[in-house]
């Protein structure tokens, strides 16, 4: 396991934790057509820079009532789970949501948070089910070096504004000068990050489908806030 210290907030880089036996069952599960429609959305967000709307990726949302019902799906969220809590160790805490995302060439991933909350008080998991990868196919998800505990500042500068133009161009500058930590979807490997750190999924350059699975759980001492 690999440890990487982004301004405070944790990211944790995890190969071969989960069995490939299980990475194979779920990759298949995903890329099938058995799934409820109302489960599956396209993730439309923008460009915080302009007015223009993008569709980030295809996300389909696993339902909490199903983990006991289909034995793929109860052994991959036993598996992620497991591995979050034993890196992460939290307290009382409740899983906020798990969902998978494909993304293909054609898609426009933004930056974002995955919480809003304080240091160490979110999580999220995120693995790579994908069966294949090469370094050069891209697809990297890129975590960014800046402090984001200024809540308000991030809310509105993520968040296009043509009132606020400012602050879209402060965090530009921060964003141009910034470390990134850059990790590639190999197959299998898990990265367990703070949630409130600045990140973004890239698509492949490759023709080919990226497979992501996140699972997200807080504190319960946080669920005011949430």
Same mark, same amino acid.
């Given at each position: 396991?690999?440890?990487?210290?982004i301004?405070?907030?944790?990211?944790?880089?995890?190969d071969?934790?989960?069995?490939?036996?299980?990475?194979?069952?779920?990759s298949?599960?995903?890329?099938?057509d058995?799934?409820?429609?109302?489960?599956?959305?396209?993730?439309?967000?923008?460009?915080?820079?302009? !007015?223009?709307?993008?569709?980030?990726?295809r996300?389909?949302?696993?339902?909490? $009532? @199903?983990?006991?019902? =289909?034995?793929?799906?109860?052994?991959?969220?036993?598996?992620?789970?497991?591995t979050?809590?034993?890196?992460?160790?939290?307290?009382?805490?409740y899983?906020?949501?798990?969902?998978?995302?494909i993304m293909t060439?054609?898609?426009?991933?933004?930056?974002?948070?995955?919480?809003?909350?304080?240091?160490e008080?979110?999580?999220?998991?995120?693995?790579?089910?994908n069966l294949?990868?090469?370094?050069n196919w891209?697809?990297?998800?890129l975590?960014y070096h800046?402090?984001?505990?200024?809540? !308000?500042?991030?809310?509105?500068?993520?968040?296009y504004?043509?009132?606020?133009? $400012? @602050?879209?161009?402060? =965090?530009n500058?921060?964003?141009?000068?910034?470390?990134?930590t850059?990790?590639?979807p190999?197959?299998?490997?898990v990265v367990?990050?703070?949630?409130?750190?600045?990140?973004?999924?890239?698509c492949?350059?490759h023709?080919?489908?990226?497979?992501?699975?996140?699972?997200?759980?807080?504190?319960?001492?946080?669920?005011?806030?949430?």
């Open positions: 396991m690999k440890t990487v210290n301004v405070n907030r944790p990211l944790y880089i995890i071969d934790t989960i069995s490939e036996d299980i990475e194979d069952k779920w298949k599960f995903i890329l099938s058995c799934h409820d429609p109302s489960h599956i959305y396209q993730d439309i967000g923008h460009d915080y820079m302009s !007015e223009q709307q993008v569709v980030e990726n996300i389909i949302v696993h339902q909490p $009532e @199903l983990i006991s019902n =289909l034995e793929v799906i109860s052994n991959t969220f036993k598996c992620l789970h497991r979050m809590i034993n890196t992460v160790k939290p307290g009382e805490y899983v906020k949501t798990w969902y998978t995302n060439p054609e898609s426009q991933p933004w930056l974002h948070r995955d919480s809003r909350l304080g240091p008080e979110s999580f999220t998991a995120l693995w790579y089910p294949d990868w090469h370094p891209g697809g990297e998800t975590f800046l402090d984001t505990t200024d809540t !308000e500042f991030f809310n509105e500068s993520l968040n504004n043509k009132d606020k133009t $400012e @602050l879209h161009t402060q =965090l500058d921060m964003l141009y000068e910034c470390e990134i850059a990790v590639i190999k197959p299998g490997r367990i990050f703070d949630s409130g750190i600045l990140h973004s999924g890239r492949p350059q023709k080919t489908t990226r497979i992501s699975t996140a699972l997200k759980i807080a504190a319960t001492s946080t669920l005011s806030s949430c």
